[in-house]
């Protein structure tokens, strides 16, 4: 079993930056992939990012490629997303996703994928 818990939504400016957490509990997290996902108001869940449990694979929706990096501390038990040149469609609903399973390049875009999800962080990006 693994619990996520999201941190460091907020309101930011257009052309700025902000660094979403994704802190897991539970002993498999060095064997777990995380992936982000984000939901806009009216619109469907969407796959943002994902980081195999190894740290050697990522994977980035094509909206944000350049903008944000995904990355873990497996010490910490801690997923990051620094989301820099934030534009105000990246408002929305972050969710952080998990799995425990899958080999070290194991990097699943598909909700359907995933076992585990947080509860949500709002980020708000005016212009």
């Known amino acids: 079993q693994v619990q996520l818990v999201e941190s460091g939504g907020g309101l930011a400016q257009a052309g700025g930056s902000l660094r979403l957490s994704c802190a897991a509990s539970?002993?498999?997290?060095?064997?777990?992939?995380v992936g982000w996902f984000r939901q806009a108001p009216g619109k469907e869940r969407e796959f943002v990012t994902a980081?195999?449990?190894?740290?050697?694979?990522?994977t980035y929706a094509d909206s944000v490629k350049g903008r944000f990096t995904i990355s873990r501390d497996n010490a910490k038990n801690t997923v990051h997303l620094q989301m820099n040149f934030l534009k105000p469609e990246d408002t929305a609903v972050y969710y952080c996703?998990?799995?425990?399973?899958?080999?070290?390049?194991?990097?699943?875009?598909?909700?359907?994928?995933?076992?585990?999800w947080g509860q949500g962080t709002q980020v708000t990006v005016s212009s």
């Open positions: 539970g002993r498999t997290f060095s064997r777990t992939v």
């Open positions: 996703a998990a799995v425990d399973a899958g080999g070290p390049l194991y990097c699943p875009t598909s909700q359907s994928e995933y076992r585990y």
């Open positions: 980081i195999s449990w190894s740290g050697f694979s990522t």
